[in-house]
């Protein structure tokens, strides 16, 4: 399931309410949840308006948690004479 219509059930809001609460529209939160990328204003506004329903949501709820940087530093054999 998708983490903005999960977040959606466990408010227990339409796509409708949701988007009034979130300053969006109704096909906004539709595409949302078909895997747009939720813009950081808006995931802003989504953790308000759960807020002030009662429910705690936080960025990882929104987003996923972060993937751990991979190492990007040259080996010796990548590093070319000078």
């Known amino acids: 399931m998708n983490r903005i219509k999960s977040i959606r059930d466990r408010l227990q809001v339409t796509q409708t309410e ?5 300053g969006r529209s109704q ?3 539709a595409f949302y949840e078909k895997g ?5 204003d808006v995931a802003k506004s989504l953790i308000v308006f759960a807020r ?3 429910h705690e949501v936080t960025y990882t709820d929104i987003y996923g ?4 940087p991979t190492d990007t530093k040259p080996t010796e054999q990548g590093v070319a004479n000078a």
């Open 18 to 22: 949701l988007a009034a609460g979130i």
């Open 52 to 54: 002030e329903r009662g």
């Open 65 to 68: 948690p972060a993937e751990a």
């Open 36 to 40: 747009q990328t939720v813009p950081p």
């Open 27 to 29: 096909g906004n939160v």
